[in-house]
């Protein structure tokens, strides 16, 4: 599988952005999805993931009921909703697939990665 991820930008705090991840291959829907971020100077932290059918969500802490992750098996997509943004979200996201993933989410359960794209929240 090979992931593209698209949608970053500069928004103002209080705003919103929505990312998507394009997947190539095959059997895209067998896989949990999930988005991570890295902002400079810290680990890669876990932010949202959706079961293969999308009937399960997870969400860290600090993203939940801001944050919505969906995605569409028909179209091979993934996305994340970023409502009420703030300057602490600030970070390259990722999306990642994988199989063996766990109801706590790991970076390493994670077997396939896109390159990251950047979102920047002014205050």
């Known amino acids: 599988v090979q992931l593209q991820a698209s949608g970053g930008g500069l928004v103002q705090a209080g705003g919103s952005l929505r990312l998507s991840c394009a997947a190539s291959?095959?059997?895209?829907?067998?896989?949990?999805m999930g988005w991570f971020r890295q902002a400079p100077g810290k680990e890669r932290e876990f932010v949202a993931m959706?079961?293969?059918?999308?009937?399960?969500?997870y969400y860290a802490d600090s993203v939940k009921g801001r944050f919505t992750i969906s995605r569409d098996n028909a179209k091979n997509m993934v996305y994340l909703q970023m409502n009420s943004l703030k300057p602490e979200d600030t970070a390259v996201y990722y999306c990642?697939?994988?199989?063996?993933?766990?109801?706590?989410?790991?970076?390493?359960?994670?077997?396939?990665w896109g390159q990251g794209t950047l979102v920047t929240v002014s205050s």
């Open positions: 990642a697939a994988g199989e063996g993933v766990s109801a706590t989410p790991k970076a390493y359960e994670f077997d396939y």
């Open positions: 291959g095959r059997s895209f829907r067998r896989y949990v």
């Open positions: 959706s079961s293969w059918s999308g009937g399960t969500t």
